[in-house]
């Protein structure tokens, strides 16, 4: 028997934070039209999401999905690593 998961949302950002042990913000940007002027408007939603091997840093883009609450603010986890951020020495 196989089971199958629920659709979930998949979201791409890039981590702005480290906020504890296995925890990380996550800036997430997108556009949306002016509704009367109808140009294109940057926005961005910070959310806090569940790093399980505390492999991720500040400049990392990283996938995401929802998930159950796993804490007061966390309602995402990290499913992989995108692109890495470049060391600066």
């Known amino acids: 028997m196989s089971e199958e998961r629920n659709s979930r949302k998949l979201l791409q950002g890039v981590v702005s934070s480290r906020s ?27 959310l806090h999401a569940h790093d399980e091997q505390n492999e991720t840093k500040p400049g990392d883009k990283v ?23 470049p060391v600066l020495d």
Do not use: C, Q
């Open 20 to 46: 504890g042990d296995k925890s990380v913000k996550v800036t997430v940007a997108y556009k949306i039209p002016h509704p009367r002027f109808h140009k294109v408007i940057n926005r961005k939603t910070v």
């Open 63 to 85: 996938e995401i999905m929802e998930t159950r609450p796993l804490s007061k603010l966390k309602r995402w986890r990290i499913i992989r690593v995108l692109h890495v951020a």
